[in-house]
């Protein structure tokens, strides 16, 4: 079964650290970009970061540029997002996404994971 | 970065309704548009890409238009199991892979 899984999510106090995990299955992870969404507690989805398949390029919503480092590691088919100086505005369900493979769905998330909660609280 | 706005915000309905809920792009995305359907608790879901092409699994009753900067997604015949928040997202200048604030859809 194709699938994502996230980790890494928990509480953390202002100005903290955390490192979220997405374990990827079922599939090669390399052969894909990648991308995390987050959702605020009743906002909507807000993309916050891409890495291509190759790791060359690597995007972020200004939101959390200079904050949050994403990076991958293909051999152990998995991504990672290294979110430091956090505050209460990045409390939220952060989701690792796919990015498709053919064409049209190249451009589209089509396998998300279930989630990972990030509580950003004193 | 293109900016998404969703209509109406929310909208309630009736099984059996046909129901249209519109994206529109602050420029020129071509049909570079997707629709994504997310239940309360559940993981959000990619129902139609580039527009118009239905994800493979989903029901037929679910379609979409539109190109340039206005798209619609319609629900021909709604279901009990269509309560979810809907949302469209652009990929012609990605990244960002900007999405709409969401319409929530009550039955």
């Known amino acids: 079964e194709v699938q994502l899984v996230e980790s890494g999510g928990g509480l953390v106090q202002p100005g903290g650290s955390l490192r979220l995990a997405c374990a990827a299955s079922g599939f090669t992870l390399g052969s894909h970009s990648m991308n995390w969404v987050r959702q605020a507690p009743g906002k909507g989805l807000e993309w916050i970061s891409y890495?291509?398949?190759?790791?060359?390029?690597?995007y972020y919503a200004d939101s959390v540029k200079g904050r949050f480092t994403i990076s991958r590691d293909n051999a152990r088919n998995s991504l990672y997002l290294q979110m430091n100086s956090l505050a209460d505005e990045d409390t939220a369900v952060y989701y690792c996404?796919?990015?498709?493979?053919?064409?049209?769905?190249?451009?589209?998330?089509?396998?998300w994971g279930q989630g990972t909660v990030v509580t950003v609280s004193s | 970065d293109i900016q998404m706005t969703q209509s109406p915000s929310s909208l309630s309905a009736s099984v059996g309704d046909r129901v249209t809920i519109t994206c529109r792009a602050s420029q020129s995305i071509s049909h570079f548009l997707n629709w994504y359907q997310h239940k309360s608790g559940e993981v959000p879901k990619l129902l139609i890409y580039?527009?118009?092409r239905l994800q493979s699994g989903v029901p037929s009753r679910f379609s979409g238009s539109g190109s340039g900067t206005d798209f619609t997604l319609t629900i021909s015949s709604l279901q009990p199991e269509d309560t979810a928040t809907y949302f469209c997202q652009q990929s012609y200048s990605s990244p960002p892979y900007n999405f709409g604030p969401g319409t929530n859809l009550e039955i």
């Open positions: 580039a527009a118009s």
């Open positions: 996404a796919r990015l498709g493979s053919g064409i049209y769905l190249e451009d589209a998330f089509d396998i």
């Open positions: 890495i291509a398949s190759s790791t060359t390029n690597k």
